[in-house]
């Protein structure tokens, strides 16, 4: 069974930071791309960040550029999402999900395993 699971969430002022964990229980995963997404209240489910399965290739929105760092490491089989100089737009609801073989990094429909997520709240 496949299970996904988001942590480190939390609330945080403007400025400040947060690291993201996605926990995956899969035996397969170092040879699975991974990606975040985030859906904020009222919005649609968006984009954030992704890593190939060996770490060497990673793609962030434009939004997040400079500002997030997506890491991994096979042998704890875990993602994370360092969150710096964080906004209140970023606030939302981050999941993590791992990627089919195919597809574009970029979109939703490439991703076949999702979490339940976890929440960021960005406010002072």
């Known amino acids: 069974q496949v299970q996904v699971v988001e942590s480190g969430g939390g609330l945080v002022q403007p400025g400040g930071s947060l690291k993201l964990s996605c926990a995956c229980s899969i035996p397969t995963f170092g040879g699975l791309d991974i990606g975040w997404f985030r859906q904020a209240p009222g919005k649609g489910r968006e984009f954030v960040a992704a890593?190939?399965?060996?770490?060497?290739?990673?793609y962030l929105a434009d939004s997040v550029k400079g500002r997030f760092t997506i890491s991994r490491d096979n042998a704890k089989t875990t993602v994370w999402l360092q969150m710096n100089n964080l906004k209140p737009e970023d606030t939302a609801l981050y999941s993590c999900?791992?990627?089919?073989?195919?597809?574009?990094?970029?979109?939703?429909?490439?991703?076949?395993?999702w979490g339940q997520g976890t929440q960021v709240t960005v406010s002072s």
């Open positions: 890593i190939t399965w060996n770490g060497e290739s990673t």
């Open positions: 999900a791992v990627k089919a073989y195919s597809g574009s990094f970029y979109s939703i429909e490439s991703y076949v395993h």
